[in-house]
């Protein structure tokens, strides 16, 4: 049998969740496997790293395509700033979290007890593993279905702009006042060592003006960020 097989129940509830059904269903238990799953079966399975790489240049050309033929009227430099907001670790943790693609991973019990499930970089490096999948499997018109199904259908630079670093987004409008300040400060720290939960404010010249949690600082302070620009009036509420 083969070791793919083995988890055969396991791959179709995911192939229910995203809505494709493969041919080749080595190819999902690949994308699914995390080098330290790899590793704890001794050469009997790859692991995804491969096919993050591919997938990274196949969301990359998709969303490129995609954006290239809906803001027509852009220069290179915005569709530049736009599909980075989109092909980021942030922006695709967010999409991640949508098909609850941590829980269908599979780990290594040493990194499951870290909390890798919930760790942006293993998250994400995985949902491009998936793209990539699925170009492989049904070809490049099935991958671009998929990865259009999480850019937001009313896409524009407002839409945009919130996909963006929240962090960097906040920081250019601060930056137009040289009087202005901002600091990120730790209001508490929470947790065991393999699910912390943080706390963050943001200051603007000592004054709060938003609040974040995560289970890292990064994920707080986005968090914080995000709920200032909110404030602010420079994003919805009801964006990503």
């Known amino acids: 049998m083969a070791e793919y097989e083995k988890y055969t129940d396991k791959l179709e509830e995911f192939e229910k969740v995203i809505g494709y059904t ?3 269903k080595k190819l999902l238990f690949e994308a699914l496997s995390h080098s330290s799953f790899a590793n704890e079966l001794k050469g009997r399975n790859s692991s995804n790293e491969r096919l993050e790489f591919l997938g990274d240049s196949v969301l990359s050309i998709v969303v490129s ?5 809906h803001f027509s009227h852009l220069p290179e430099g915005d569709l530049t700033k736009i599909r980075a907001a989109l092909v980021c670790e942030r922006a695709l943790f967010g999409f991640a979290e949508r098909i609850d693609l941590g829980n269908h991973i599979f780990l290594s019990r040493g990194e499951e007890n870290c909390g890798g499930r919930k760790r942006p970089s293993i998250v994400s490096d995985a949902f491009e593993a998936v793209i990539a999948a699925i170009y492989l499997d049904g070809g490049i018109e099935a991958a671009r279905e ?6 937001p259908k009313d896409l524009n630079r407002d839409t945009a702009k919130a996909l963006q670093d929240h962090k960097t987004v906040l920081q250019e409008i601060i930056q137009r006042n040289p009087e202005e300040k901002v600091e990120y ?12 939960k943080y706390v963050v404010n943001v200051l603007l010249n000592g004054a709060v003006i938003g ?3 995560g289970h890292t600082k990064k994920q707080a302070e986005q968090q914080a960020a995000k709920e200032a620009l909110i404030l602010m ?6 964006v990503l």
């Not at 998929?146 to 850019?151: A, C, D, K, Q, S």
């Open 211 to 213: 609040k974040g949690t």
């Open 185 to 196: 400060v730790i209001e508490s720290e929470s947790g065991p060592e393999h699910d912390k």
């Open 233 to 238: 009036g420079v994003i919805s509420n009801a």
């Open 146 to 151: 998929y990865v259009l199904g999480f850019i």
């Open 65 to 69: 395509d995609h954006l290239f033929r």
């Open 22 to 24: 493969f041919k080749n």
